[in-house]
C-alpha cells in the first residue's frame, strides 16, 4: 500500500519544516491532502486544534471545504471553514485575493500554477498574475504572506460578502443566503467590518463574523464597493449589499505581511484576537506555535516506530482530522454571556458520537468535559441541546437526540468536571418534551407517537432511524440515571430503549435473513409499498425493501423510512442491546450467517456511520477473530494516504476516529464503558494519558500470516475475554495479544465483571 507519491510528500514536509528552523516530529506524518479528493471533503488548509478561524483557498463558491483540486480556479482565500461534511455547504466568510490589476473591479480570481500542502502551511502561486500566496493560522486569526512579482500593481481584495453555496434561488434550502456586510478602512494599515450569512446546511439563523485586516505595509491607494459600485469611499455601510475594500501597496514592496483576526462578536474583538495572537509575531512564529500545538497532541498516541510509512500517515493524519472540529468559541458567543465553555460546529453529533467523541475522552478529556458541558448549556439557553449546530444554531436532527449518548459515554467513563444532574435533566428535555415545529433542528420528532405507540409510524421522516436510534438515546438516559442512583427513571428508560423491537418485523425474510426493522403504520398495518405524492384522485406506491435506501427519485431522501442507509444495515445497529438483537435474528448461528451475508453481498455500507460497529458484531458470538478479519479487509479496501483515502465525508473526524481505534486494535461501543478488541494493524499503540500515566496495546508476533489473537494478557495476567473496560485504560497498563496464524479459543468470552 505504500505510495511513493506520499515519500515525496514526507520529504517536503521535511524540507520546510526545516526552512522554517523545526523540528522533524510527529507532526511529519500528517497529509491534510488524504481524503481531501473523492467523498472525503476535508478541510485542507492550516489550523489550530479545534480552531475557530481555518483559512484555506475557495475555489467556487460550491464546496464546502471550499478547496477543489487543481486546475479549478481560486476565487481567493476565506477564514472560516468546515471539514467532511456532506450536504449544503456552511462559512466561506471573509474573503481576500491577491491581485495585479488596478482597482477598477472587483470581479478577480486566478488559477493555481502550483500548490503546496502542509499540516500548519499552505502555499500557492497563481498562474496569471505570478502572485505566491502563503498561509498559517493560530486559533483565531490568520497569517497571510503575499509575495508579489517586481513588475505590475500589488494589489489585495477584501471580500466581506463572499460565502459558500449560494443560490439564485431565495430561501433555496441548505443554501447560505446573504443578508449583509459592512466594511471600513480604519487606516493606511487598517480595514475591518463584517459578513452576515443565514441558512446552510443546518437552514440556521443569520450568524455574523466580524473581521480586522493589519497590513505591515501601509496602502497608498483604496477603494471600497457596494454591490456592482466602486468608489473611493473609505467605508460602506450595511444596506442590504455585498461590500468590500480593494488596496494597493506601493510598487517597491514585493511582500506583505497580511494578519486576519476574527470575531462572532464585533469588530473590535476581532482585533483584540489579532493582537493577542499575532501581532508582533513573524509568518514563522505563528506557523510553529501552532506547529507545537497539534504536536502536543499527537504525542497523545505514539504508535509502533517500525510501522509502515503509510500508516504512520494514514493514523496521524486521521488523528488530526478528529481535532480540526467542533471550534471552540469560548467568549466567543454572540446569543449569550455566561462562564461556561461554548463549542459550535457539531457537524454533526449523528456521526461523531460514535467514535470521534470517545477519542476524546481517552487523548483530551478536558475537551470531552468542555464540549459535554457546552452541550448542557446550550440546552439551558436555547432550550435543547444539539444534534448538529453551526453558525450559533440548532439544526438539523438527523435520527436521534444524540447528545444524549455524548453524556452517556462520558458519564459511564467517569469524566470529570460535568454536572451530570443537569445533564440528565437536558437528556429528559429531550426524551420528553416534543419540539413542535421545530423537530428538524432540535429534540425528537414524532416523540408523541413514540411515547403512545411505542414507535414511529409511516408518515413521519425518517420514522425507521428515529424509532432505533430514540432507543439507544433511551439506554443512555438509564445509564446515566442508573449511575446516578435515580432508580425508578433507570428503570423506565431501560424498559423503553426496547422500544426498536416494535418496528421488527419477524416474519419477513431476504436473502436468507430472517427478521427486519420494517415501516409500520398508525394502526399497527406492516407496510410493503409505501405511498408518495399527494395526489387526491391516485395513490401511487412503491415497493419497500429491507435494500431500499433511498426511494425512486420522486420521494424527498429527507423524508425516507431510514435515513441514509437500508434496512439491512439499521437492523444489526442495535448496539445497546445486542443480545436481544441476536436472539430476534433466530440466535447465534442464525446471526452468524447474516453476518456473513451482510458483508459478502456488500450490504454494509463502509461510507456511512450506520455501520460503523456492524465489524465488531461476530464478538457477541464469540468469535471476534471473524471481527478482526472483517476490519482488516474494510481498511485494506477502502483507507489508504491518497487524496481518496477516506470512502465517505469525513463528517468531522468521524471516518477519520473509526479508523484510528481500528488500527489500534480497540473499538468503543459508544454510551458504554468498554471497547471490543480486535486484531490491530499496528504491532503497538500507545496512549500517554492526562496524568502521566499510559496504556499500551502490542501484539506480538503481528504479520500477515499470524493475524488471530491467541492469548491475551492484561498487565501481565492472562486475559481471556474479548472487552477491555475504559478503566482499565486510564489505570495505565498493557494489554499484550499474542498472535498466530489461525484462531484459537481466546475471546469466547467478552466481559469481565468490574
Known amino acids: 500500500m505504500t505510495s511513493k507519491r506520499n515519500m515525496v510528500a514526507v520529504s517536503l514536509i521535511g524540507c520546510m519544516l526545516a526552512a522554517y528552523g523545526g523540528e522533524a516530529g510527529l507532526v511529519d506524518y500528517i497529509d491534510p491532502r488524504i481524503g481531501s479528493e473523492g467523498l472525503g471533503r476535508v478541510f485542507i488548509g492550516p489550523c489550530a486544534p479545534f480552531g475557530m478561524v481555518r483559512p484555506s483557498p475557495d475555489c467556487t463558491p460550491s464546496p464546502n471545504s471550499g478547496w477543489l483540486p487543481m486546475p479549478e480556479r481560486v476565487d481567493g482565500f476565506a477564514q472560516v471553514h468546515v471539514s467532511g461534511t456532506g450536504g449544503g455547504p456552511k462559512y466561506g466568510n471573509i474573503l481576500l485575493m491577491p491581485f495585479s490589476d488596478g482597482l477598477t473591479r472587483h470581479d478577480i480570481y486566478d488559477y493555481r500554477d502550483e500548490e503546496t500542502i502542509l499540516p500548519c502551511y499552505y502555499g500557492t502561486v497563481f498562474r496569471d498574475s505570478g502572485i505566491k500566496t502563503e498561509i498559517t493560522a493560530s486559533d483565531r486569526s490568520s497569517a497571510y504572506r503575499f509575495i508579489y512579482p ?196 457539531f457537524y454533526a453529533l449523528w456521526d461523531t458520537y460514535r467514535t470521534s467523541m470517545p477519542l476524546l475522552t481517552i487523548i483530551a478529556p478536558h475537551r470531552m468535559r468542555d464540549m459535554v458541558n457546552s452541550l448542557i448549556n446550550i440546552c439551558k439557553r436555547d432550550g435543547f441541546m444539539p444534534d448538529a449546530r453551526s453558525g450559533n444554531c440548532n439544526g438539523r436532527t438527523q435520527g436521534g437526540s444524540t447528545a444524549d449518548i455524548v453524556i452517556a459515554d462520558a458519564c459511564v467513563k467517569g469524566v470529570e468536571g460535568i454536572d451530570y444532574e443537569k445533564g440528565l435533566e437536558a437528556m429528559l428535555v429531550d426524551a420528553t418534551v416534543p419540539p413542535g415545529g421545530n423537530e428538524e433542528a432540535e429534540g425528537r420528532g414524532g416523540l408523541r407517537e413514540y411515547l403512545t405507540l411505542g414507535y414511529i409510524p ?238 499500551r496495546i502490542v501484539a506480538d508476533g503481528l504479520s500477515d500470516e499470524k493475524r488471530y489473537i491467541s492469548k491475551a494478557y492484561l498487565n501481565g495476567k492472562r486475559y481471556d475475554y474479548s472487552t477491555l473496560r475504559h478503566a482499565d485504560i486510564v489505570a495505565g497498563g498493557e494489554l499484550k495479544l499474542v498472535m498466530s496464524d489461525k484462531p484459537g479459543k481466546w475471546g469466547k468470552k467478552m466481559f469481565k465483571e468490574n
Open 458 to 695: 409511516h408518515g413521519i421522516a425518517r420514522a425507521g432511524n428515529r424509532t432505533v436510534e430514540y432507543s439507544l438515546c433511551d439506554f443512555a438516559i438509564h445509564q446515566v440515571a442508573k449511575r446516578l442512583g435515580h432508580n425508578d427513571l433507570s428503570e423506565r428508560y431501560l424498559r423503553q430503549s426496547e422500544s426498536w423491537k416494535n418496528l421488527w418485523r419477524d416474519d419477513y425474510e431476504h436473502d436468507g435473513a430472517r427478521g427486519f426493522i420494517m415501516p409500520r403504520d398508525a394502526e399497527g398495518n406492516w407496510l410493503d409499498r409505501l405511498p408518495f405524492g399527494h395526489s387526491k384522485v391516485q395513490s401511487p406506491t412503491y415497493v419497500y425493501t429491507p435494500l431500499t435506501f433511498e426511494g425512486p427519485w420522486y420521494t424527498p431522501w429527507w423524508n425516507m423510512f431510514f435515513y441514509e442507509a437500508s434496512s439491512w444495515e439499521y437492523s444489526l445497529s442495535i448496539p445497546h442491546d445486542v443480545p436481544g438483537l441476536i436472539e430476534k435474528c433466530g440466535g447465534a448461528d442464525a446471526f452468524d450467517k447474516r453476518l456473513d451475508t451482510f458483508f459478502a453481498k456488500d450490504y454494509f455500507n463502509v461510507n456511512n456511520e450506520p455501520s460503523f460497529m456492524s465489524p465488531c458484531l461476530y464478538h457477541w458470538i464469540g468469535r471476534p477473530d471473524k471481527s478482526g478479519d472483517t476490519i482488516l479487509k474494510i481498511i485494506e479496501k477502502n483507507y489508504n494516504d491518497s487524496a481518496k483515502g477516506l470512502p465517505g465525508n469525513d463528517d468531522s473526524g468521524a471516518m477519520s476516529s473509526w479508523l484510528v481505534f481500528n488500527m489500534a486494535g480497540i473499538y468503543p461501543n459508544a454510551g458504554h464503558d468498554y471497547y471490543l478488541i480486535h486484531t490491530p494493524l499496528l504491532k503497538s499503540t500507545v496512549f500517554n494519558l492526562t496524568d502521566g500515566k499510559s496504556f
Open 150 to 345: 517586481a513588475t505590475g500593481e500589488k494589489s489585495l481584495k477584501i471580500d466581506a460578502g463572499f460565502f459558500l453555496g449560494e443560490s439564485p434561488e431565495p430561501d433555496a434550502r441548505e443554501a447560505q443566503q446573504f443578508v449583509g456586510s459592512e466594511v471600513e478602512i480604519l487606516s493606511d494599515t487598517e480595514v475591518s467590518g463584517y459578513s452576515r450569512i443565514r441558512g446552510g446546511w443546518n437552514n440556521g439563523r443569520a450568524y455574523t463574523v466580524y473581521f480586522y485586516v493589519k497590513s505591515d505595509v501601509p496602502f497608498v491607494e483604496t477603494a471600497t464597493w457596494k454591490g456592482n459600485d466602486i468608489s473611493g469611499a473609505k467605508s460602506q455601510f450595511d444596506s442590504g449589499n455585498k461590500t468590500g475594500a480593494l488596496l494597493r501597496f506601493p510598487e517597491q514592496s514585493d511582500t506583505v505581511n497580511v494578519r486576519v483576526g476574527i470575531s462572532f462578536i464585533s469588530p473590535l474583538k476581532a482585533k483584540y484576537n489579532y493582537e493577542k495572537e499575532s501581532a508582533g509575531k513573524t509568518f514563522e512564529e505563528i506557523k510553529g506555535d501552532v506547529s507545537s500545538k497539534w504536536e502536543g497532541l499527537l504525542e497523545k498516541v505514539e504508535i509502533d516506530p517500525e510501522a509502515p510509512e503509510e500508516y504512520k500517515r494514514m493514523f496521524y493524519t486521521a488523528l488530526y482530522h478528529t481535532m480540526l472540529m467542533p471550534s471552540d468559541r469560548t467568549g466567543e458567543n454572540p446569543l449569550w454571556t455566561d462562564p461556561e465553555p461554548y463549542y459550535d460546529d
